[in-house]
């Protein structure tokens, strides 16, 4: 089976390189020289754990190239997935899909025999079908299907969720076009994973639907934590507590600084808006947007809070910038939101994350970049960790704290165990839990954040 992936993105290379693992020959296209450049060198553009040696290997049996050029990667292929990025059109909440129907028009150009076109981008309902009017327009000789796969992979662990997902779900139109998406999952539906086979309609909804659920357990529990700091229950037993039901489970319920990354923000967007375009408001979805957007004003006014009161003249370190582990993406990542707030506000900044430094240097100025978290901590008013990378989890405090002007910590990820921060001497504030004040602090200094207020 030839198959063509557009786009080398997190889901276009990751798709493309295990593909090319199942034993078929894949063509993966992008129009960005710097990542094909660095792709022809051997080197990876995204950080993602365990790629790179499926890309070496692949390239190196000959069965994964990558190309700038569309047309020649296109022709005689049976399977083309697109993609390609599909952010919130400017100033809208609606997906800007010229991506998409751009790849698609080319495609239409490109293609001889029969070609199935896969959007793996996350595509609103009804684009299939609009991709499909597109094409036939620019082919009406055309010989093609347009199927919906919509990717569930997550950064961080982007392969093993490819080659392991919980299911793989594919949206058609005809018998033709499930037998060759069929025949492409051959690999996964050997190994027991379930393969469920929809509408194009119904698959784009689910992931839309997934994302957005996820999206509301975070915005529930961050809400829920800014309850449990109110009556001084700690939301890490109350979520344990929560998660342990069987019916409800355990993951997705970590408070945090709100979701960011490169689809939840995003997808919930497009999704109340397609809602809305129908009439149907999703008030939840509205409401789960609101939370999350307040809950990232409000980052800086915490850190504020437990420096005294204001910024003006401190210096702040920040732990950790992209918008989760495991991954360099910083898109929509809750430093982009607390650095410039945390700046204006008369703060200085200093930051080190272990991958996404070089992601950070293109979007902030005036950071001071570090090489460690230690580094970042001197002569600071307060550490905030941002990012739930492991490597913040043994931090040796005291070590952290010797080096800072102020001994106080604002741990965004609740990485830390209560009884570590209250050894460590510092000033500790997490989420949805008491602070833990050493009894030499100035107290006076030490200000309520109180939710809701900004
Ligand atoms: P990305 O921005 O990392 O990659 C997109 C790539 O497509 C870029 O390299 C760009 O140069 C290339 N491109 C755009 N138009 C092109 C064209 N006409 N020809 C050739 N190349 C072209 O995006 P991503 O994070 O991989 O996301 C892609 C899609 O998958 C989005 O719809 C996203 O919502 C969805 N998705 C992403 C994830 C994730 O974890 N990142 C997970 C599931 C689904």
Redesign the pocket.
């Known amino acids: 089976m030839k198959i063509t992936v557009?786009?080398?993105?997190?889901?276009?290379?990751v798709s493309a390189a295990c593909f090319s693992d199942f034993g078929y020959e894949v063509t993966c296209?992008?129009?960005?020289p710097r990542?094909l450049a660095m792709l022809e060198a051997g080197k990876i553009p995204?950080y993602e754990q365990g790629l790179q040696p499926i890309v070496a290997s692949n390239r190196q049996a000959g069965r994964l190239t990558f190309t700038?050029r569309?047309a020649e990667a296109v022709a005689g292929a049976d399977v083309v997935l697109i993609?390609?990025?599909?952010p919130t059109r400017e100033g809208e909440d609606a997906?800007d899909l010229s991506?998409v129907y751009?790849?698609g028009e080319?495609i239409a150009k490109a293609m001889n025999g029969f070609t199935v076109i896969v959007t793996?981008?996350?595509?609103p309902v009804g684009t299939a079908a609009k991709l499909r009017e597109i094409i036939s327009k620019a082919r009406p000789d055309g010989d093609f299907e347009v199927a919906s796969n919509?990717?569930?992979?997550?950064?961080g662990s982007?392969v093993e969720d490819f080659l392991r997902p919980d299911r793989v779900v594919v949206g058609v139109s005809s018998e033709r076009a499930e037998r060759a998406l069929r025949q492409l999952y051959r690999p996964l539906s050997a190994k027991n994973v379930p393969l469920l086979v929809t509408s194009c309609e119904a698959a784009e909804v689910i992931?839309y639907a997934a994302n957005t659920f996820l999206a509301t357990r975070i915005a529930f529990v961050n809400q829920l934590a800014d309850l449990c700091e109110a009556v001084g229950a700690d939301i890490e037993d109350v979520a344990r507590g929560m998660g342990l039901d069987k019916r409800i489970g355990l993951q997705f319920l970590s408070p945090g600084p709100g979701f960011g990354?490169?689809?939840f923000p995003?997808?919930t967007r497009a999704l109340a808006h397609t809602a809305r375009q129908q009439g149907n408001p999703f008030t939840i979805v509205e409401n789960v947007i609101s939370a999350n957007e307040q809950r990232k004003r409000e980052l800086a006014e915490r850190i504020q809070a437990a420096v005294g009161g204001t910024l003006a003249g401190k210096k702040i370190a920040l732990l950790g910038i992209a918008f989760k582990a495991e991954t360099d993406?910083i898109r929509d990542a809750a430093a982009l939101t607390v650095i410039p707030e945390l700046q204006k506000r008369g703060a200085s900044v200093a930051a080190f994350d272990p991958v996404a430094m070089d992601n950070g240097r293109q979007s902030f100025e005036d950071v001071q970049w570090c090489a460690d978290a230690y580094s970042a901590a001197i002569g600071a008013d307060a550490v905030a960790i941002l990012t739930e990378w492991n490597v913040f989890r043994g931090l040796d405090l005291k070590r952290l704290a010797r080096g800072m002007r102020q001994p106080v910590m604002v741990d965004f990820r609740n990485l830390l165990s209560l009884g570590d921060a209250r050894s460590s001497g510092m000033v500790y504030h997490s989420i949805g839990r008491s602070p833990i004040v050493p009894a030499d602090a100035h107290k006076a200094e030490i200000i309520p954040f109180k939710s809701g207020t900004v």
Do not use: H, N
Request: charged share 35%; aromatic share 6%; with cysteine.
């Open positions: 557009i786009g080398a993105g997190y889901v276009g290379l296209v992008d129009r960005d990542k995204i700038d569309l993609a390609v990025g599909t997906a991506f751009a790849a080319e793996k981008s996350t595509v919509p990717e569930f992979m997550r950064e982007a992931k990354g490169s689809c995003k997808d993406d």
